[in-house]
């Protein structure tokens, strides 16, 4: 009896240690790569890289135009996505009973969740570009992103509301409200800082896509800024990609440096999008 | 004696659960407590929710009958419910504070409606609070979190909030069924104020307190209403021996 | 009441509005499905099911043989599940299970932020850190292989099993562990024998959807991987440059003409990809449904 209870105090103790280590092996090099882009990156950063045109082919100058592009792309995005996507999730989770239909809308949630970026970015050429004649441009670009960034939304936001106590809608109704009063003043306002911290997260993954954009709206190269919402765009992602494929004799510090600025933009959301959670987690009264 | 509530032959059956309701006749009269009690499962708080319509919100299998109040059929499709659950207000067993402050809990109800006026909110913060015998207690702290507040406090706070939408009818659903022994003192004696003005429909949450508060009681068993009377004699001579079994304890 | 009926028209339009944006995720899969099919429907008119599911890849020649791309996107995904799979289900057995919860607090938002990093990143530092690595270690003529693939892709694939499959051990009742730890089993014992088996379904769910997400991504093997669309049959192929189904439309869509053959061939690879992506996803759900039933009937 002695032996066997040591023996599975080994074989715990082995288990144990073996899991640690697959855990350790998961994380570390995500260390790794954020340290090194930080440590490569670092040197090239400086107020030119940041506002000023590229220039001899990309290989000097700053990367203004991919900044701002991005920025636009992730706000183009939010117009279109943030609005339908709570809406969508107050559907399911204020108004939808579980009938047939409502089963088919999650599925088609999990769907939208799966398709692979680059499907996105056919289908955004098919409808936005050639079908409707938005051309290459900002516009086509930003709705394919919302597409594909709709399912996170709408399952963060709807966990959100979920989370919201049923006894304060029962209230609410029973002094007068109607549901959507009570929706807006009570679950809402509740659910807000759910709802953000899932909307950030989905811009994040929008901001840092490169497939979706490749035929809807990025731009090799535009030495200016995009001036409507119908031009092509830089962004930085795709940017990343030119110079570190398309382009020979390309300086590594112009390479890290845009890495770097990428890694700063998603990590910022990501950041943000924590630290609303967590605050929210404190204050929240219920 | 005004009867403000008569319940016409109702029966109700949910998509889900056991708690029913068959064929209930009851007559509710204004100005007074009427005390709603029986076991766990016997259709009292199915009964409240009907009242005003707050099992809207749940799937109904049977609903049939009629419920008047001032001779209006409430069940009525055509009823203006939001108008209804103004007229009818409700505590419910927990106390459940919205995540606002003390007056926002309060003028709640009141916003809804599209009260803007601030000395009319005022107002109705100061007249409900001192109904409810909470106004000494919170008037200094007016826009502190209502969580702050005690488990009797809050309880209370809820029956201020129902109060300042001056309804006609209160329905309270074991309001004290959490407090201590003082808190429910408090909420206990706050409704014998309350009852010279509204109609009150008390579901208890011990024969004591049924016998304690009771204007009116009524006995309610697996959906059945088994006895209705004055509460002295319902009490102290029940007519039914279910009725009597009950109210000495054996079985429940 | 005057003021209730100025709500009217709020009460009327936006829970219509609210319904018609829920309904809205159906149409979207639809227009997908539409607009793919639109542009590759033409395919089977210009290209013949015979040349299609051939072994030769080389459209300036017109041949569309799409098998070396499909080869290719099944070896770097096969190949990151097998590194993906062991570290996303540890890692995840790890954080709910053994891991204190100071280091929890640690490891998830670490692991959520590796779900958050562009693919391009991870590209870019495949073809100047890791290539570089493999080919001097394994003696090969080019890092950019389907072996540095399936290393990246594995790190993308790992944090969608962590969440899926850590969601899952934590909604196993502590009820259940706490009967295995009564009948004297150990905390090892426990996880193998009764948490793992209790969440099996949602961590097959895990499995499924990172299989999906490795089989869809595109930015960083078109940049690791070298590119080369030769049929990959054998094991020694991972050492080889290759080419998957969504790098191919990546780097080709933008230099093919409107409607040209080889865009709806393109097109077509879209759509096998949509279907793929399909299956798996139906799949994975239904193992969620299946398992949501067998827990109502065990609780009722």
Not at chain 2, 211 to 228: K, M, N, W
Request: proline share 5%.
């Amino acid at each position: 009896m002695k032996r066997s209870y040591a023996n599975r105090d080994l074989i715990q103790r082995l288990g144990f240690s073996l899991l640690t280590l697959l855990a350790l092996t998961t994380v570390f090099p995500i260390l790794m790569v954020v340290g090194y882009i930080i440590k490569e990156g670092a040197p090239a950063i400086s107020w030119e890289f940041l506002s000023a045109m590229p220039r001899d082919g990309m290989r000097a100058g700053g990367i203004l135009p991919a900044i701002v592009g991005t920025l636009y792309l992730t706000i183009g995005t939010a117009i279109f996505s943030v609005p339908l996507g709570i809406a969508a999730a107050i559907y399911l989770s204020e108004y939808a009973r579980d009938t047939f239909l409502t089963r088919l809308i999650r599925i088609a949630i999990i769907n939208l969740a799966g398709i692979p970026s680059v499907v996105y970015g056919l289908f955004g050429l098919g409808l936005f570009v050639i079908f409707l004649r938005f051309g290459t441009s900002i516009l086509a670009a930003s709705l394919t992103l919302s597409i594909m960034t709709l399912p996170v939304i709408i399952s963060a936001s709807e966990e959100a509301l979920r989370a919201v106590p049923q006894a304060f809608r029962t209230v609410s109704i029973s002094l007068g409200g109607t549901q959507w009063q009570t929706i807006r003043r009570i679950v809402l306002p509740q659910a807000l800082p759910g709802i953000l911290t899932g909307v950030i997260l989905g811009l994040e993954r929008a901001a840092g896509e490169t497939a979706p954009i490749l035929f809807t709206g990025a731009a090799f190269f535009l030495p200016r800024l995009p001036d409507s919402p119908m031009d092509a765009t830089m962004a930085l992602p795709y940017h990343l990609f030119v110079i570190s494929t398309q382009v020979p004799e390309m300086p590594f510090q112009i390479q890290y440096g845009t890495a770097l600025v990428l890694l700063i933009f998603v990590l910022s959301m990501n950041i943000i999008a924590t630290v609303i959670r967590s605050r929210a987690r404190a204050k929240r009264q219920w | 004696m005004v009867d403000k509530i008569v319940i016409e032959n109702l029966s109700l059956t949910y998509a889900e659960g056991n708690e029913s309701l068959r064929h209930i006749n009851l007559k509710i009269a204004a100005n007074a407590i009427t005390v709603l009690f029986g076991p766990a499962g016997g259709g009292k708080s199915s009964l409240l929710r009907c009242i005003n319509r707050l099992n809207d919100l749940t799937d109904i299998r049977l609903l049939q009958g009629k419920i008047l109040i001032d001779g209006q059929n409430v069940l009525d499709p055509k009823t203006d419910v939001i108008a209804l659950r103004r007229k009818v207000g409700m505590v419910f067993a927990r106390p459940v504070v919205l995540p606002f402050s003390i007056r926002g809990n309060l003028t709640y109800g009141l916003e809804l409606a599209g009260e803007k006026r601030k000395s009319r909110l005022d107002e109705a913060v100061e007249r409900s609070l001192k109904l409810a015998a909470l106004w000494e207690e919170v008037k200094d702290r007016l826009d502190d979190p209502a969580v702050a507040l005690s488990g009797g406090q809050q309880q209370r706070l809820c029956l201020a909030r129902v109060l300042a939408n001056q309804p006609e009818i209160i329905l309270l659903d074991e309001p004290t069924s959490g407090l201590d022994p003082i808190s429910t003192g408090k909420v206990e004696a706050a409704l014998q104020e309350l009852k010279h003005q509204y109609t009150i429909v008390l579901v208890p949450h011990s024969v004591q307190q049924a016998a304690r508060t009771a204007d009116y009681a009524a006995f309610f068993l697996q959906g059945e209403l088994v006895e209705f009377g004055p509460g002295r004699d319902l009490f102290t001579n029940p007519k039914d021996k279910r009725t009597e079994d009950y109210v000495e304890g054996r079985f429940g | 009441m005057n003021s209730i009926r100025k709500l009217d028209w709020q009460e009327f339009f936006i829970p219509r509005l609210i319904k018609a944006s829920g309904y809205s995720a159906i149409l979207f899969v639809i227009l997908i499905f539409f607009f793919l099919l639109r542009e590759s429907l033409p395919t089977f008119g210009e290209v013949s099911l015979r040349q299609l599911f051939s072994e030769r890849w080389y459209p300036i020649e017109a041949r569309y043989g799409i098998l070396p791309l499909i080869t290719g996107s099944l070896l770097v995904t096969i190949g990151a599940m097998v590194i993906a799979v062991p570290f996303g289900i540890g890692t995840a057995v790890f954080i709910s299970e053994i891991a204190p919860r100071w280091l929890r607090e640690i490891l998830k938002p670490l692991v959520e932020l590796l779900g958050g990093l562009p693919s391009v990143v991870l590209g870019f530092l495949g073809i100047l850190v890791l290539a570089p690595r493999l080919r001097i270690l394994l003696d090969l003529p080019t890092g950019l292989t389907a072996l540095a693939g399936s290393l990246l892709l594995g790190g993308i694939a790992v944090p969608t099993i962590v969440s899926i499959a850590e969601d899952a051990l934590d909604a196993v009742p502590l009820a259940y562990r706490e009967g295995a730890w009564a009948m004297g089993a150990t905390r090892w014992q426990t996880i193998w024998r009764v948490t793992l088996p209790a969440a099996r379904s949602g961590v097959l769910t895990a499995v499924m959807l990172g299989i999906g997400r490795a089989i869809g991504e595109t930015m960083t093997v078109m940049m690791v991987t070298g590119n080369a669309p030769v049929l990959a049959t054998r094991l020694d192929s991972l050492f080889r440059p290759v080419r998957t189904m969504t790098a191919t439309i990546a780097a080709e869509m933008g230099e093919v003409a409107n409607a040209s053959t080889h865009y709806h061939v393109l097109f077509f690879i879209g759509m096998v990809l949509f279907l793929i992506s399909l299956a798996v996803n139906l799949a994975a759900s239904s193992i969620v449904f299946k398992a949501k039933k067998r827990a109502e009937r065990v609780l009722s």
